[in-house]
């Protein structure tokens, strides 16, 4: 199912570009995250968001910035992409509380 | 510090059991999580344990928590080649707030006949 939707699925751009990531979700749930899967590294979180009001940083969010537009959607830019931002990127939701994150397809995106 | 460990490739045959171990650092995650990622999909929340637990089973999954060795591990019955995919372990240490899950770097389990 597509509970948490991301798009696009892929993208190739060049240095130096503004890229947007958008993430949406259907689950009703108030939290948010966005992670970057590198090979052998895991995932690593960027940045989270508990309610359209507020944001958090997470351990990497250095080169990136994001916006809660509405409960159920959460963007991530780069403003001026890099190389090594190459990498494969996902978003999450859960419900407030201890729970679980659930997660959407990922985005693969590669920089030139 | 908050650092989880898992091995990163598991061979099993097709039938056998596999079992995918992994360690964590902070005693204070009170939920300890298996996902699964299937090449070009997301992670897919397999299961999780609470900590005061020692054993779920669901299925043919059956995950163990030595809580003492903060150890955890995934066993798999029956492995069949849908199986085969990365096996992420994840904590939900309390300095996140528990929403900041910390991950392995996952091991690829590869199913053969």
């Known amino acids: 199912d597509a509970d948490v939707t991301q798009t696009p699925r892929n993208r190739i751009t060049k240095t130096g570009k503004r890229i947007m990531l958008e993430c949406s979700q259907t689950?009703?749930?108030?939290?948010m995250y966005w992670y970057r899967q590198d090979p052998g590294l895991g995932l690593r979180l960027i940045y989270y968001?508990?309610?359209?009001?507020?944001?958090n940083k997470g351990e990497i969010s250095d080169g990136y910035s994001v916006s809660r537009q509405a409960q159920a959607k959460f963007s991530l830019s780069l403003e001026s992409a890099i190389p090594n931002q190459t990498a494969l990127y996902f978003c999450?939701?859960?419900?407030?509380?201890?729970?679980?994150?659930?997660f959407g397809d990922g985005t693969r995106l590669s920089i030139l | 510090g908050e650092d989880v460990e898992q091995s990163l490739f598991l061979s099993v045959r097709e039938g056998d059991s596999s079992v995918i171990n992994c360690t964590y650092t902070?005693?204070?995650?009170?939920?300890l999580y298996w996902y699964k990622q299937e090449p070009g999909a997301g992670l897919q929340l397999l299961t999780y344990?609470?900590?005061?637990?020692d054993m779920k089973q669901d299925q043919r999954l059956t995950v163990l928590l030595n809580k003492k060795d903060k150890h955890l591990s995934l066993r798999i019955a029956d492995t069949q080649t849908g199986d085969s995919a990365i096996y992420f372990c994840?904590?939900?240490?309390?300095?996140?707030?528990?929403?900041?899950?910390?991950f392995g770097a996952g091991t690829r389990l590869a199913v053969h006949p």
């Open positions: 999450a939701t859960s419900k407030v509380g201890n729970q679980p994150q659930h």
């Open positions: 689950k009703g749930h108030d939290r």
């Open positions: 968001s508990f309610d359209v009001k507020d944001i």
């Open positions: 902070d005693s204070s995650s009170t939920y």
């Open positions: 344990i609470f900590s005061n637990m």
């Open positions: 994840a904590e939900s240490p309390r300095t996140g707030g528990y929403n900041k899950l910390i």
